[in-house]
């Protein structure tokens, strides 16, 4: 039986559109992505998952350890709900939600914030100044990973902290030192021009030579970089981990002796922006099926919904992919629809109305804001069905 008749067997009772996760597919990625990181522990990035029910299925394998959230109120709740050691790594401004984590001290045990600068320290001292007694807050300081050549006129990686060199790194940890309340717990350095950037881009030779020497540059000069940091920070304090890394880039981040733990979180879905690197392969195990609505012409069909693009820079990569049954191409001037969504191709000729496409969005996580739920699919049999966050009234982004 292939795929397609699995999936179809395995939810002939739901009506489309809805999502479903192949177990067998998640934990074979999640068991390679744990091979790659030999043996140090890799911190579930819950942006790329946003089901809590998989978290928690994730975190019970071997190989997986802490949560790396993305907004505070989604730590809080994750933690309320018994989850532990959640790496908040994006800024927060929410103040209400420091508030809330100060006043509580049994989440404060548990959660991370991410800082880059004094300006955010003295955010959350002016949230939390109110609050009595006030828990210790933990803090990961961010660190530049970016790639820089040309004297600063070339730049690849994401615009985050402004924290690049172990004098800066320094300076900001002897800060919070200085200051009661705060204790700096570890230290994040995500090298997105590496791990998040396929380095097998298809159809362009020239870009995927361009990418790969400057991945192999860029990592040669974080392995000094990261390191020097890391070192000029543990002369001020004790850091509990140093994070590095994603799904693209998971063994080669471990191989640096600073870096304790990886982060990653989209190489368990496995979506179509993952397809275009050298060195993995997984298997698709995030899907959603569109029923067929109309049949507008030889070589047509419409499917309803679909205009679920990814984030990041618009363009036809960021589209969900219509991936079984295979050979079916959106049509150039409709793309994938708001409400419908015509698909060409040879495939077209064999489905009927009532039939489901099967598509994977682009990128993990986000296909989880589009749906209540997951069902999960074993084989050709549907085992459970769990709610994403969005099934539980939760739209933290
Ligand atoms: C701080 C940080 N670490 C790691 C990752 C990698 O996540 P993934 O493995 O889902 O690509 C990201 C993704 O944007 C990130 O922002």
Redesign the pocket.
């Known amino acids: 039986m292939d795929d397609r008749q699995r999936y179809d067997r395995a939810t002939a009772e739901l009506d489309p559109p809805f999502a479903i996760l192949d177990l067998a597919a998640m934990r074979a990625n999640a068991a390679d992505m744990a091979r790659r990181a030999g043996g140090k522990p890799i911190r579930v ?1 819950s ?2 998952v946003r089901s809590r029910p998989v978290l928690e299925r994730i975190l019970a394998m071997d190989g997986f350890r802490g949560v ?1 959230a993305f907004t505070l109120p989604e730590a809080l709740w994750l933690v309320s709900t018994g989850l532990t050691d959640v790496l908040v ?2 800024p927060t401004a929410d103040r209400r939600a420091l508030a809330r984590l100060a006043g509580d001290p049994a989440a404060a045990r548990e959660i991370t914030l991410t800082v880059d600068g004094v300006e955010h320290l003295d955010l959350i001292e002016a949230a939390v100044a109110g609050v009595r007694p006030r828990a210790e807050i933990r803090l990961c300081m961010d660190v530049d990973a970016g790639y820089v050549a040309l004297g600063g006129r070339f730049r690849a990686g ?1 615009l985050r902290s402004t924290i690049r060199e172990p004098e800066q790194a320094a300076a900001l940890a002897a800060d919070i030192a200085a200051r009661p309340g705060f204790r700096l717990a570890g230290l ?1 350095a ?1 090298e ?1 021009q590496i ?2 950037v396929g380095d097998d881009p298809p159809g362009n030779a020239l870009l995927a030579r361009a990418v790969r020497l400057m991945q192999a540059r860029s990592a040669r000069d974080l392995v000094v970089r990261r390191g020097r940091v890391v070192r000029a920070v543990r002369e001020v304090c004790d850091l509990e981990f140093v ?1 590095g ?4 880039s998971i063994e080669r981040t471990v191989r640096e002796k600073a870096v304790t733990e990886v ?5 368990f879905f496995h979506p179509r922006l993952f397809d275009f690197y050298r060195r993995f392969t997984g298997r698709p195990a995030a899907l959603f099926a569109l029923p067929v609505v109309r049949r507008p012409g030889p070589g047509a069909v419409t499917t309803l919904g679909g205009g679920y693009p990814a984030s990041g820079p618009a363009g036809s990569t960021r589209l969900p992919q219509p991936y079984l049954p295979a050979g079916l191409r959106y049509a150039p001037d409709e793309g994938a629809g708001e409400v419908q969504t015509p698909l060409l191709g040879q495939a077209a000729h064999d489905l009927r109305i009532g039939d489901r496409v099967w598509f994977r969005h682009a990128k ?1 996580g986000e296909l989880c804001e589009r749906f209540d739920a997951l069902h999960l699919v074993d084989g050709d049999t549907l085992v459970e069905t769990v709610p994403t966050y969005r099934g539980e009234g939760k739209t933290f982004l």
Do not use: D, E, I
């Not at 982060?263 to 190489?267: F, N």
């Open positions: 990035a942006k790329s790396m790594a994006y994401a994040m995500y997105a791990a998040g994070n890394g994603g799904t693209g982060a990653a979180g989209s190489g993990a």
